[in-house]
């Protein structure tokens, strides 16, 4: 098949859930364009990405001249170049009959792609603009999925009518994030649980020994990940005094200045050290030395953490996980067995978990070991890939 993904910035250090699924894609044979609404802040780039030549086929869809001479020459430089009556008539219907808020010069970037057979939209925003330009006349053949991952999902119902409206298929990541797209009026016939998922060949633990007890944890450095969390953990288990760790915060984001400040009020300088954002190999070196993953997020403002890949990129490293109850991260790990579900910011809870899995080393290699086949089993982005190409053919048959 020919594929078009509509995506908000790529590649993003982040967002590794999206270039997964664009190279398993593109290992079954399919043809995968990416079109991004911009180009990421964040200049470092996750290996595979480039290995995978992903950049070959992305698309930036800000880059439209602002200057509206030059815009309208683009525009009639790939019609001549292009030309054909069918695209003519797009032209004219975006131009005069336009029903949505897309300008006529977005054709600018679609004039010269293929007839793609499935429109794959990540994120809800992309999916309402994907929405309008099919409305518009383009691409009205295609398969229509959009992908919901978690902010996208706080917003009020009217927000998705259109879209939801359309003959769209919707992937959601977790049975907590369906209820959440259920509650923007949805149907339920509409929407299908497809968790993101990875490649466990690559997050293989090869170093299984550790120097110093070490508890790791990766996310983006704002409210809801926990990050302030992590650092109470860290300062009980000090307070304590029961076990000599080490603790590793992978991420950069908008808290970084007050944990770096908080850092120093809790004296936790040679315990917690901010490394700032790694792409998936570096994070891979982390994985290597850690003995246990902490992701201890919370309900912010009515948003949750709705999967948490690196939940199960953990598990897969055979490294034993403690998370909270918030959110669908609990529908990702085996409770008791992978690891531990404690609730939202019960410290207490969080640092007897780590006291036990740093006293039981034959507790801590089993649950990693069980992780490791878990994740296999449940997350292999193969598995899910296939998952993924029974949805798009389930619309093709339509």
Known sequence: MTIAFFV?????????????????LQDNGHLVHIFSQEKPSDKKIHKVVEEADLLRNTFYLQCISKNRIGRIANLLSKLV??????????????????????????????LDKPA??????????????????????????????????????MVKPSFYTQLFDSDVTITVNSKF???????????????????????????????????????????????LKGPDIFLEICKELLARNKIIFKAIVVGDGVLKNQLEKKIDSLYLNSIVELVGSKTQEQIKEYMEKADVFILPGITYKGRSETQGLVIQEAQSMQIPVIISDAGGMAEGILDGITGFVVKQNAIKQFVEKVEL????????????????????????????????????????DK
């Open 177 to 223: 994030s369906k209820n959440q797209v259920l509650n923007l009026n949805c149907t339920l016939d509409k929407v299908h649980i497809l968790p993101v998922g990875l490649n466990t060949n690559f997050f293989t633990r090869n170093n299984t020994n550790s120097k110093v007890f070490c508890l790791l944890f990766v996310g983006r450095l704002i409210e």
């Open 116 to 153: 793609y057979d499935v429109l794959h939209a990540h994120f809800g925003q992309n999916g309402n603009y994907v929405a309008q330009l099919r409305i518009n006349g383009l691409f009205k053949n295609a398969k229509f999925v959009t992908s919901f991952h978690g902010y996208d999902l």
């Open 357 to 396: 899995l740093a006293c039981e080393n034959v507790v801590r290699k089993r649950m990693g070991y069980v992780a490791k086949k878990f994740v296999k089993e449940k997350y292999e982005i193969e598995k899910l890939t296939n998952q993924l190409l029974t949805i798009y053919d389930c619309r093709l």
């Open 8 to 24: 908000t910035a790529f590649p993003s250090l982040s967002e590794t859930f999206i270039s997964n699924q664009i190279i398993s």
């Open 81 to 110: 170049r292009y030309f054909t009556i069918d695209k003519i008539i797009k032209v004219y219907n975006f131009s005069f009959k336009n029903k949505g808020k897309c300008s006529v010069y977005e054709l600018t970037h679609y």
